[in-house]
């Protein structure tokens, strides 16, 4: 029998995704098994018998993870739901974190816009990604050579604690998108401070808002918002609110809404240098009356809201 | 899929489990390979190749089957045939049946 026939073109694919110490002893049972049959078929010649039995034989993967007794699957039924779960926690409360704190970061260094948006969307693909990279690869080799079925296995085991609450996924989204907004908002004020965005036709860089409020009433409105997105992590973290998550979530609430609405009733909102270059614009005064109430029923709105969850 | 194929599928799943049963009752006398695939398929037990080759090893690194190399004609073969254990295992597997079939010919007479 020469190196190149089929017959031995196939065993060598077989053994060799098998452990070293079984591979001559299957390739030999094979290569005479695979000789009988070829023989029982065709006694004569050996021209499409040997074809029509190894294609009966089939793929040389399959048949060696049968004789290796090994999983056809890269994550398995028992590893399966802990995999899944895990999954979910990562993209869905760990990624928007990450993401949030990058756009942080990005603002303080005063980056443009358009920079914070292009790094955000990386940071969702490349992290996202990532999680998933190595959290298959983690579990694809636990699968591969972790302890074979049996209840060793610590992560298979279910109880009915592990139900979420019922009304637990809308109210999850919701938090998580509370929590984008306010660090949004909170991004943005940051970064028309440090950044300076708007550039006069003198080549002079201004900020939107009135510079004074860094001595005054801007802090307030910052930490307010920096409660808000910490309140939203800890919510998606625990799962629901709680007496204690709901009590500051409206203190941090009246934390950033009291201060601006004084800010946009006092108009003490826009830098003035700003307003003047955009041609003297004067904004009515229904427009601060509006925003400034608007501010206030929106943070009593979220409020209410999450009350209204806390109870349910 | 059609009752024909569900009745097919269904009794894949009844059989899978009887290839052991057979093979332990028919390795009482040692055979190789191919003859015992000819000998369980003429028996009216189907079953493949390739997922008979692999069991037969299977079950000789559980200790239920012992096997040797037999060179005494042109091409070697190896013959498998049951261990002491695999003789007990093969025992109560027989009473495991003969009582599923009881249960199941009552329940279907009831039926």
Redesign the interface.
């Known amino acids: 029998m020469t190196p190149t026939t089929l017959t031995e073109r196939y065993v060598h694919e077989v053994v060799r995704r098998i452990p070293a110490d079984?591979r001559d002893?299957?390739a030999?049972?094979?290569r005479?098994?695979i000789?009988?049959?070829i023989d029982?078929r065709d006694p004569d010649g050996r021209g499409a018998a040997e074809r029509e039995v190894l294609t009966?034989?089939?793929d040389p993967i399959?048949?060696a993870a049968?004789?290796a007794?090994r999983p056809l699957a890269l994550i398995g039924p028992d590893l399966y739901p802990a995999y899944i779960r895990l999954l979910g926690v990562l993209l869905a409360a760990v990624l928007p974190v990450v993401t949030v704190i990058s756009v942080v970061v990005d603002v303080l260094d005063g980056d443009s816009l358009g920079a914070v948006i292009g790094a955000a969307l990386g940071t969702v693909l490349t992290v996202g990604a990532q999680f998933i990279a190595w959290l298959t690869l983690v579990f694809a080799l636990a699968e591969r050579f972790g302890k074979r079925r049996g209840a060793a296995r610590g992560a298979g085991s279910w109880t009915p604690d592990q139900l979420p609450e019922a009304a637990d996924s809308g109210s999850r989204t919701a938090a998580i998108g509370g929590l984008a907004v306010d660090a949004l908002i909170l991004g943005l004020i940051v970064w028309q401070h440090t950044a300076k965005p708007y550039v006069t036709d003198g080549g002079e860089r201004l900020s939107v808002l009135d510079p004074a409020l860094w001595t005054g009433w801007m802090w307030p409105v910052l930490a307010g918002l920096a409660g808000l997105v910490v309140l939203g992590v800890l919510r998606t973290a625990t799962g629901r609110w709680t007496t204690p998550l709901v009590a500051a979530y409206a203190a941090a609430n009246a934390l950033f809404a009291l201060p601006m609405a004084w800010i946009l009733h006092s108009r003490q909102f826009f830098d003035s240098d700003f307003l003047a270059d955009l041609g003297g614009l004067v904004a009515p005064d229904a427009f601060y009356t509006v925003t400034a109430l608007g501010v206030l029923a929106v943070s009593a709105h979220d409020v209410y809201k999450r009350v209204r969850e806390w109870r349910a | 899929m059609t009752s024909e194929e569900l009745i097919l599928t269904q009794a894949q799943e009844l059989r899978r489990g009887t290839v052991v049963l057979a093979c332990l009752a028919l390795l009482e006398e040692p055979q190789y390979g191919y003859a015992l695939l000819e000998t369980l398929n003429d028996a009216g037990v189907t079953v493949d190749g390739n997922t008979l080759y692999p069991l037969l090893r299977r079950l000789e690194k559980q200790g239920l089957l012992t096997s040797e190399w037999n060179t005494d004609e042109s091409r070697p073969r190896k013959f498998y045939r049951v261990s002491p254990e695999g003789s007990q295992v093969r025992a109560r597997l027989v009473r495991e049946w003969r009582d599923l079939v009881t249960s199941i010919s009552r329940l279907t007479k009831e039926a």
């Open positions: 079984q002893d299957v030999a049972e094979l005479a098994t000789a009988d049959t029982a009966e034989m089939g399959r048949l049968r004789y007794d």
